[in-house]
């Protein structure tokens, strides 16, 4: 074997470590924002809305959710990735693997530090599986596709989606709270921060360029 082929090798095997990992960590995150009850970050508000409707458990919901708008795609010429296709089920068993082995905690003085892991936690597992560059999660795909589509801002059809996946999701009995605040407020900075400390340098050519094609501010996997 070659030096180049063997470091072809080896920088892959660090992706595929990059994104499951972060795959893994997302969905247990989540799970952990679940727990604490003080508010999800907005797709998991639709995701427990559903799941309180279908009796149907969330992380079977976020597969479900992530297949149909995976497949929202076709009409607006999204290309998946393996990343795209791993999101759909990955998060979704790690999150229910997670709700499995962590009980309910109670009182704010186990909340909050909770609700605080989960939130960091996902802006480590964010710098993860994006700096894998396999490619974008659905949700982000979506909103990049539909900006490419409408025209408009990233940040207005963000913001449309996100603001529509929130009031569906609380009317359908999502948790909506502080965490959801935090969240919005802290999973920006926490990305970029993770996003510098997980980078694979001299990435390949053949790579999905997530970066250079997801704008900024699509920036989550969910």
Same mark, same amino acid.
């Given at each position: 074997m070659s030096d180049s082929t063997a470091r072809s090798s080896i920088r892959l095997t660090r992706r595929l470590i990059h994104l499951y990992v972060g795959l893994a960590l997302y969905g247990a995150s989540s799970a952990l924002l679940v727990r604490a009850g003080l508010g999800l970050e907005p797709w998991g508000v639709l995701h427990q809305g559903l799941a309180e409707r279908t009796g149907i458990s969330i992380g079977v919901v976020s597969i479900i959710v992530g297949a149909v708008v995976l497949l929202l795609w076709i009409p607006i010429r999204q290309r998946p990735g393996?990343? /795209?296709?791993? +999101?759909?089920?990955?998060?979704? @068993? *790690?999150?229910?693997?997670?709700? *499995?082995?962590? =009980?309910?905690?109670?009182?704010?003085? #186990?909340? @909050?530090?909770? $609700? *605080?892991?989960? @939130?960091?936690?996902?802006?480590?597992? /964010?710098?993860?599986?994006?700096?894998?560059? &396999?490619? =974008?999660? =659905?949700?982000?795909?979506? $909103?990049?596709?539909? +900006? !490419?589509?409408?025209? !408009?801002?990233? !940040?207005? %059809? !963000?913001?449309?989606?996100? %603001?529509?996946?929130? @009031?569906?999701? &609380?009317?359908?009995g999502g948790a909506l709270g502080a965490g959801t605040v935090l969240y919005a407020? #802290?999973?920006?900075?926490?990305?970029?921060? &993770?996003?510098?400390?997980?980078?694979?340098?001299? =990435?390949d050519p053949r790579t999905v360029a997530v970066s250079g094609r997801t704008p900024p501010e699509a920036i989550l996997p969910r």
């Open positions: 393996l990343g /795209t296709v791993s +999101n759909v089920f990955a998060v979704g @068993i *790690a999150m229910d693997g997670t709700l *499995a082995l962590v =009980p309910d905690v109670h009182g704010l003085g #186990a909340q @909050i530090p909770v $609700m *605080a892991a989960g @939130i960091v936690l996902n802006g480590a597992a /964010t710098g993860l599986y994006i700096s894998a560059r &396999f490619g =974008p999660g =659905p949700r982000d795909g979506l $909103m990049t596709g539909l +900006n !490419r589509l409408t025209g !408009r801002s990233i !940040r207005l %059809v !963000r913001t449309a989606i996100e %603001v529509a996946v929130v @009031i569906t999701g &609380f009317l359908l407020l #802290a999973i920006g900075p926490l990305a970029q921060l &993770f996003l510098r400390l997980c980078d694979l340098s001299a =990435p």
